[in-house]
């Protein structure tokens, strides 16, 4: 698999959108997207309702250690959501255009 769906979410829109912004400054991504959800965990114990905002980051799976590692650094969460969703097929012109857009 050369290509993965990354998930993380942020406590709000404006940390979202830095985050974001970032990712795809630094060519760690082609492409963010951000969905408004409402997240329902365990917390230290104790059951928790949020709105959170998901960020879902496409990418090269080459990429998901400096992207996990990013994601890490720059996050408010002490232990943020860092998923990959291998990408098993798609659309050759999409995916070239990942390519294009991400750093080797």
Not at 17 to 27: H, K, Q
Not at 40 to 59: M, S
């Amino acid at each position: 698999m050369e290509y993965a769906l990354v998930l993380t979410t942020c406590p709000n829109e404006q940390e979202a959108r830095d985050l974001a912004t970032r990712i795809i400054a630094g060519r760690l991504a082609a492409c963010v997207q951000l969905s408004k959800i409402e997240s329902f965990y365990i917390w230290k114990d104790e059951a928790c309702i949020e709105p959170e905002v998901r960020l879902t980051i496409k990418t090269r799976t080459r990429l998901y250690d400096r992207l996990e590692s990013f994601i890490k650094k720059h996050h408010s969460y002490a232990v943020p959501q860092v998923v990959m969703i291998p990408i098993e097929d798609g659309s050759e012109a999409y995916l070239d255009w990942i390519d294009e857009n991400t750093n080797l």
